[in-house]
């Protein structure tokens, strides 16, 4: 059971947009920067987006996130087969003393 | 450019010690603006964070493995280095380090490596 809430898949079609959601509490996501990760079968975790919505240098702009009181999201405009990965959303955690990660999302590109 | 790569048996017997390091290049490990972590991924499940140290130390460990954890930094080799004791098969995951702005943002990560608990 994880700290942080994602649904365990999602799916798109090219094009489309699609939002990936990550609930915490007040004591993680409430109260701390949000990352998110995206992660290719086999390969490592790459950080996404950090500080609740900013981009690391080559990210696309397609990618976007948010944070609004004790959830996240992770949005993905102009859908591509590439972007079928699984997402993790992560944060710190004041009670547990923790960094905390969602159970992940797997986005499946129809 | 900046590489991470993590090294150590791929096999520990159950109740041994789990020993990982993580050598860096391309950049120092003694920037200030870094933290250095380890985070584990059990087959076919989420990612689980283990630990984060600075370069100076003062490590700090995830609560549920604190009492087997210990992580340490070898500035003069530029690596950092992960301990588990008394492994069991829960303990076996793809470990991969990785360098951290800020608490959690880890922009750099090794390959990983599969370590696995088994007698």
């Known amino acids: 059971q994880s700290v942080l809430t994602q649904p365990p898949s999602t799916s798109g079609t090219p094009g489309q947009r699609v939002t990936i959601f990550c609930s915490g509490t007040r004591s993680n996501i409430g109260s701390s920067t949000v990352e998110w990760y995206q992660q290719f079968p086999g390969t490592a975790p790459k950080l996404l987006i950090y500080s609740n919505y900013q981009r690391p240098s080559g990210v696309p702009d397609r990618f976007s996130g948010s944070k609004s009181g004790t959830s996240a999201s992770l949005a993905i405009s102009g859908l591509q087969s590439e972007d079928e990965a699984d997402y993790y959303c992560a944060a710190w955690d004041d009670s547990l003393n923790g960094w905390v990660f969602g159970g992940g999302t797997k986005l499946t590109v129809l | 450019q900046l590489q991470l790569q993590e090294s150590g048996p791929g096999l520990v017997k159950p109740s041994e010690t789990l020993s990982l390091t993580c050598s860096v290049s391309?950049?120092?490990?003694?920037?200030?603006?870094?933290?250095w972590g380890w985070i584990r991924q059990p087959p076919g499940k989420g990612l689980e964070w283990i630990g984060n140290i600075y370069y100076s130390g003062s490590p700090y460990y995830n609560p549920s493995l604190k009492s087997r954890v210990t992580i340490s930094v070898d500035t003069s080799k530029n690596q950092f280095s992960l301990k588990l004791t008394s492994v069991t098969a829960a303990d076996t995951a793809v470990y991969y380090c990785?360098?951290?702005?800020?608490?959690?943002?880890?922009?750099?990560w090794g390959q990983g490596t599969l370590v696995t608990v088994s007698s």
């Open positions: 391309g950049g120092s490990i003694s920037n200030t603006k870094y933290y």
């Open positions: 990785a360098r951290l702005f800020g608490v959690t943002a880890a922009d750099n």
